[in-house]
C-alpha cells in the first residue's frame, strides 16, 4: 500500500506545476502526452466541438505546466478581447469604438509591461533617485508576449473592419490558446486561422507526413546544432575576459548559428506540429543569413514578428507616406520596439537600435546601391557586410550587460590571431564541424530541401522509421548535461 502511494504520488507530482521544468517541447513528458493526445485528437476530429474543446483542455495545461496558474491570465485577456471586439463590431459611433480598442491594448499591454518590464522601469527609476531597489518576484509566464501579439492584432483588425468577429467564445479560446503557437510563435493571426478553423478539413497525408518531417528538422537544429554549440558560447560570453580574440569571434559565430538554430528549430516544430493536425500556420524563417541587406534579413528572420511589426507599429506611425525623415523615424521607433519586445533590458534596446539605424542607412542608400552591377563579387561583398552586421548586433543580443558586450567586441578587434585556428579546430573539431554544417546548410538551394520534405513523404514507414531512429540516435548521442531551454521562450 505504501509503495504504491509513493508511486501514486510521483504519477501525480508530474502533472503538477514545476518552476524548475516547465514543460515545453524539449521536454519528454510533452512528448508522451502528445503521443496520447494525438489519436483522440483523431478521433474527435469530425466532432469540431468537441475536438476544439479537448484542444482548449491540452492547450490550458500545457500552458499551466510551463507557467503555473498564470494560464487564467491567458484566459481572463481571451473572453475580454472576445467580447470587446463583438463591441466594436456592434457599434457605429468612433468615440465608442475607440474607447473600446483603447481599454483592449490597455489591458493586453498593462499586463505585460506588468509581468515583463515593472522590473526594469523600477530599477531605471532607481538609479535616477536613488534608493534601495529591491526587485519584484514575479515569474514571466511564458509566450505572454506571442499571445499578447496575437490578441491585439485580431482587435485590431476587427476595429478597421479587416476581420469579423469571431461570434463563439471557444473558437477565439481555441484561438488564443493553441499550443503550438502558444510558448514561441508563430505570430498566426485570427484573419489566417479561423478559415481553417471553421473549415476543419481532415488532415492530408501531405500535411500529417510533411508535418512530422518539419518536427524532426526542428528537433535536430534544436537538441543537436543549438543545444551543442551553445555549451561553448555560453562559457566564453559568461567570463569575456578570460578569453582572446579568436575565442570570443568564434562564440558570436556560434551564437549567431545558435539563436538560428535554437528559434528556427522551435518555429519548425511548432508549425510541423500544427500541420500534423491539419493547420497551416505558414512558415517563420526563411534562411535569413543569405541576406545581401538588412532590409532583406528582416522579411526572411522571425517573419511573423517582421510583418507584426510592420502592420501594427510601421504603418499606423505613418510608413512611408509622410516623407523619407519620417521614414527613418518610424522605423527607428518600430525597431527600438521590437528590441525592448525581445527583453526588458538596454542591450535589448541597443540592439533594436543598431538594426534601427541599419534599415535607415539602407533605405538611405538604395537609390545608389541599385545602380551598382550585380555580380558575384558584388553579391559576395553585400552579403559579408550584413551577415557581420548581425553577427556584431547579437553580441548585444546575448551579453548580460553592456560592460560584457564591449570586453566581446574590444577582445575581437585588439587581440585577434590567426594563429589560433588550427589550435581551435584541433581541440573543438566537433563544435567546428556543426558549425560549418549549419552555415552550409544554409545556402542549399530550396528546391533541394522540397524534393528530400517530398521523398521523405512519399517513403515507405519503414524508411521513415530508420530516419526517426537516426534522429533519435543523434539526439542522444550529442545531448548535453542539462537541456538548454529555447531562446525565445522567455521572450
Not at 482548449?56 to 510551463?66: G, N, Q
Not at 518610424?330 to 528590441?339: D, E, R, S
Not at 552579403?383 to 551579453?399: E, K, P
Amino acid at each position: 500500500m505504501i509503495l504504491n502511494a509513493i508511486d501514486m504520488t510521483r504519477v501525480l507530482s508530474l502533472f503538477a506545476y514545476n518552476s524548475d521544468e516547465p514543460m515545453l517541447f524539449t521536454s519528454g513528458l510533452f512528448w508522451v502526452l502528445f503521443l496520447v493526445f494525438l489519436p483522440v485528437y483523431a478521433l474527435l476530429k469530425s466532432r469540431r466541438k468537441q475536438m476544439m474543446l479537448f484542444v482548449i483542455a491540452f492547450s490550458l495545461f500545457f500552458f499551466y505546466k510551463s507557467s503555473g496558474w498564470y494560464f487564467l491570465l491567458l484566459v481572463a485577456t481571451s473572453l475580454i478581447d472576445w467580447w470587446l471586439a463583438r463591441w466594436i463590431d456592434s457599434r457605429q459611433d468612433r468615440t465608442g469604438r475607440r474607447v473600446a480598442l483603447t481599454a483592449s491594448l490597455v489591458m493586453s499591454l498593462g499586463v505585460l509591461l506588468l509581468f515583463k518590464y515593472s522590473n526594469f522601469v523600477m530599477a531605471n527609476l532607481e538609479s535616477l533617485i536613488g534608493g534601495n531597489f529591491q526587485p519584484m518576484d514575479l515569474i514571466l509566464p511564458v509566450g505572454i508576449s506571442f499571445y499578447t501579439f496575437r490578441t491585439i492584432s485580431y482587435v485590431v483588425d476587427v476595429y478597421k473592419r479587416r476581420l469579423q468577429p469571431v461570434e463563439d467564445y471557444v473558437d477565439y479560446l481555441f484561438f488564443l490558446s493553441y499550443f503550438p503557437c502558444l510558448v514561441a510563435g508563430p505570430i498566426v493571426r485570427a484573419r489566417d486561422f479561423m478559415p481553417q478553423l471553421r473549415a476543419n478539413k481532415p488532415a492530408s497525408r501531405q500535411l500529417i507526413y510533411g508535418g512530422l518531417w518539419l518536427v524532426m528538422l526542428g528537433v535536430l537544429k534544436k537538441a543537436v546544432f543549438a543545444d551543442y554549440i551553445a555549451q561553448y558560447n555560453n562559457i566564453v560570453f559568461g567570463n569575456p575576459s578570460g578569453y582572446t580574440g579568436f575565442e570570443l569571434l568564434m562564440a558570436v559565430l556560434g551564437y549567431t548559428m545558435q539563436i538560428y538554430c535554437d528559434f528556427s528549430g522551435y518555429s519548425d516544430m511548432a508549425i510541423g506540429l500544427g500541420s500534423i493536425m491539419g493547420f497551416d500556420l505558414g512558415i517563420n524563417f526563411d534562411y535569413p543569413y543569405r541576406s545581401l541587406n538588412v532590409t532583406e534579413f528582416w522579411r526572411r528572420w522571425h517573419i511573423t514578428l517582421s510583418l507584426w511589426l510592420r502592420d501594427y507599429v510601421y504603418i499606423p506611425l505613418g510608413g512611408n507616406r509622410k516623407g523619407r525623415a519620417r521614414q527613418h523615424f518610424n522605423l527607428m521607433v518600430t525597431m527600438l520596439l521590437g528590441g525592448l519586445w525581445h527583453g526588458a533590458a538596454w542591450t535589448f534596446v541597443v540592439w533594436g537600435a543598431g538594426h534601427g539605424l541599419a534599415l535607415c542607412v539602407h533605405k538611405l542608400c538604395k537609390p545608389w546601391l541599385d545602380r551598382i552591377e550585380s555580380t558575384p563579387v558584388t553579391r559576395f561583398v553585400s552579403w559579408l557586410m550584413t551577415f557581420s552586421l548581425v553577427a556584431l548586433l547579437w553580441v548585444f543580443f546575448r551579453a548580460s550587460t553592456f560592460e560584457a558586450a564591449g570586453q566581446v567586441i574590444g577582445g575581437i578587434f585588439t587581440d585577434f590571431e590567426w594563429a589560433y585556428l588550427p589550435v581551435f579546430i584541433a581541440r573543438r573539431l566537433t563544435w567546428c564541424l556543426m558549425l560549418a554544417i549549419i552555415f552550409g546548410l544554409h545556402f542549399v538551394p530550396r528546391r533541394v530541401w522540397d524534393k528530400a520534405r517530398d521523398w521523405f513523404i512519399a517513403a515507405p514507414w519503414v524508411v521513415k522509421l530508420l530516419v526517426f531512429i537516426a534522429l533519435v540516435q543523434l539526439v542522444l548521442q550529442f545531448a548535453s548535461a542539462t537541456v538548454q531551454p529555447f531562446l525565445y521562450s522567455k521572450f
